[in-house]
């Protein structure tokens, strides 16, 4: 029986949704008896646990370095101090890395793995090459196009890339060039390329299990509205809400409707701001035939999110690569970025340049933005629509095909 060694990287969300979509394939691929074993702490760990309740044994809590949060996403200020000291709880990051690679450690001596597929985890691309263990590293990023307020961020920046480049395969999480949209976070060097596998986005081919049409469904049904998204850890997703709170108190959204989810399983968050002022439940809401402006929701249900990219004119993100693909590639739809770091202003300037959405930096590019979709609108279509034809959507599939590969050569 084959054991595969599963590392996913616990910032953000994206690592952890594509492993999943990763692991829901492999079956169909590996035709021998096989075991995986996932590897993550925090959030991911919880929810690894939550997902595979009989399989606890498998689950493993690795302590893997992560950016300490701050106001709008990671702080570097405070990551770089953490370098030798203490922070937020947070041992001095040296010690984390001697930790953290000391238990891997055991596990690899433990479990023997014949494969290990790594999502972010670099150190993981370490132990299996000194162990002569095929190493699969699925990314979107190799060395991000720095901008001048962060280049002194450069040689960590190095560092990650030499760490990645130990691995057997890189596996791109995106479309191959020239619709790659994470072009300017890759900038490969000579001595990787042959290593370079272009697999597609890891996009959610799950059937929607059809349901009666909701009231929020109902309440959109005939409206013209952008859909703004909230994405990523607590401090990403605050800081976007926040970015997205300002632009709201702008006088030209005053009559621009949109819908707001928070990406937090939290009803309470549930409400309509009519063009009254006042709030109302959404059921409250549609009995009414409130002439609303603004719908907050903590939690979509899948058919609701489906129905919500389906009518919205645009959607407002922060530019995260798994979010951007699924509504660019697989909803032909434009968006107006609103970037946290610079891996996502580098996703969303590619997106600008080939007409597929805007980059707002600041709150007036957002209005600005939101104008210029609207009056050349025919243009993003055309461009979309050029986009979506090439977007590969199956990089869950084609990397259980090329585990399954790997496998077969090491026998």
């Known amino acids: 029986m084959y054991k595969i060694g599963e590392f996913i990287y616990p910032w953000g969300s994206g690592h952890y949704s594509r492993m999943m979509r990763l692991n829901e394939v492999l079956g169909y691929y590996i035709k021998e008896e096989f075991e995986v074993h996932f590897s993550s702490k925090d959030h991911v760990y919880e929810k690894l646990l939550k997902k595979f309740p009989n399989e606890k044994e498998r689950i493993h809590e690795i302590l893997m370095p992560t950016p300490i949060d701050g106001k709008f996403g990671p702080s570097v200020s405070m990551s770089l101090m953490n370098l030798l000291l203490p922070i937020s709880k947070n041992p001095p990051l040296v010690r984390q890395i001697a930790n953290y690679l000391r238990e891997e450690r055991k596990l690899y001596n433990k479990e023997k793995f014949d494969l290990v597929i790594n999502d972010g985890d670099m150190g993981s691309n370490i132990l299996a090459r000194n162990r002569n263990i095929p190493s699969l590293f699925i990314t979107n990023q190799f060395r991000p196009k720095l901008y001048s307020s962060r280049s002194y961020l450069y040689p960590s920046l190095i560092f990650v890339a030499k760490q990645i480049a130990k691995a057997s395969k890189i596996l791109v999480a995106d479309s191959p060039p020239p619709y790659t949209m994470c072009e300017y976070n890759l900038n490969f060097i000579d001595e990787v390329k042959d290593k370079i596998m272009y697999v597609g986005h890891f996009t959610n081919k799950k059937q929607i299990k059809e349901e009666s049409v909701s ?80 719908i907050d929701i903590g939690f979509l249900s899948e058919q609701e999110k489906d129905t919500i990219l389906n009518l919205c004119k645009y959607a407002v993100v922060n530019g995260s690569h798994t979010v951007m693909g699924e509504i660019m590639g697989g909803k032909s739809k434009p968006i107006i970025g609103i970037p946290i770091y610079d891996e996502h202003t580098n996703n969303i300037k590619w997106a600008e340049e080939k007409k597929l959405g805007i980059l707002a930096t600041k709150t007036k590019q957002v209005i600005t933005g939101i104008s210029k979709i609207k009056e050349d609108y025919r243009e993003f279509e055309d461009s979309l629509r050029e986009f979506s034809k090439n977007f590969v959507p199956n990089g869950a599939e084609n990397s259980a095909k090329i585990a399954a590969e790997t496998l077969e050569e090491k026998r």
Do not use: C
């Open 215 to 294: 009231d929020l469904e109902k309440l959109v049904k005939d409206n013209e509205f952008g859909y703004w998204m909230r994405t990523g850890n607590i401090s990403t997703n605050d800081g976007t809400g926040q970015r997205y709170e300002e632009a709201f108190h702008q006088d030209e959204m005053i009559n621009e409707k949109r819908i707001i989810s928070h990406a937090r399983n939290d009803p309470t968050i549930d409400s309509v701001l009519g063009k009254d002022k006042k709030r109302y439940s959404i059921s409250d809401a549609l009995e009414k035939k409130i002439d609303w402006i603004q």
